[in-house]
């Protein structure tokens, strides 16, 4: 699962300075960090923060395409390409989420076996 989490951090980089599928492969990277509990946590953890902040923040595309459906609908657009936004934060929410359960869940199977005693 460390693997997982290490190709989602890698994922996660290359997204910020991919122009306009940067965002979409935000997505591929929280189904991978999603499953990267156990020794992974940590990566899968820093891969959903990197992917946050880059739709938040270094997505450009984005939010301009957010501006130029403004101007175009002047109004309707604006809230589709927001909704964009919010899906593609919401992802990573329930990445995050998922990524909590598979590691408590990784957790109770590998318990030392003094404790299970």
Do not use: D, R
Request: hydrophobic letters at 60%; aromatic letters at 8%; one cysteine or more.
């Amino acid at each position: 699962m460390k693997a997982l989490g290490i190709i989602a951090m890698i994922f996660a980089i290359v997204a910020i300075f991919v122009p306009v599928l940067g965002p979409y492969l935000t997505i591929v990277c929280a189904l991978l960090a999603a499953f990267a509990g156990g020794h992974g946590l940590t990566y899968g953890a820093v891969a959903i923060g990197v992917n946050i902040l880059n739709v938040a923040f270094l997505s450009p595309s984005l939010w301009i395409l957010a501006g130029a459906a403004e101007a175009e609908t002047q109004g309707n657009g604006s809230e589709v390409m927001l909704g964009m936004g919010i899906v593609f934060i919401g992802v990573q929410v329930v990445a995050a989420v998922v990524l909590i359960i598979v590691n408590s869940i990784w957790k109770k199977n590998h318990t030392p076996l003094e404790a299970k005693a």
